[in-house]
């Protein structure tokens, strides 16, 4: 069963930077599409940014667009989101999965931005 586990969350002042990773085992990661998906409170679970196998596609919501920066690295299994320029609206716990969300979900990682 493959795994997913996020790191890198924290509490950062609003315009600040983190980096999250989120490492998989398991053979679905290297034929995937892989995105970040964000939930804040009360909210629903949303798309954040989608990266193909190859890396060469990638896409953002408008949300973050510009601002944020998905990477894969295939020989790590591991996918980055670099989150710059953070606003408090960015506060969420943030999640990777396959675009299809076909993976079991990991606990995710929380960030919190402060004005």
């Known amino acids: 069963q493959v795994q997913l586990v996020e790191s890198g969350g924290g509490l950062v002042q609003a315009g600040g930077s983190l980096r999250l990773s989120c490492a998989a085992s398991?053979?679905?990661?290297?034929?995937?599409?892989m995105a970040w998906f964000r939930q804040a409170p009360g909210r629903e679970r949303e798309l954040v940014a989608t990266?193909?196998?190859?890396?060469?596609?990638?896409s953002y919501s408008d949300s973050v667009k510009g601002r944020f920066t998905i990477s894969r690295d295939n020989a790590k299994n591991t996918v980055y989101l670099q989150m710059d320029s953070l606003k408090p609206e960015d506060t969420a716990r943030y999640y990777c999965?396959?675009?299809?969300?076909?993976?079991?979900w990991g606990q995710g990682t929380q960030v919190t931005v402060s004005s």
């Open positions: 990266i193909s196998v190859t890396g060469r596609s990638i």
């Open positions: 398991g053979r679905a990661f290297s034929t995937s599409t």
């Open positions: 999965n396959t675009l299809l969300r076909s993976l079991t």
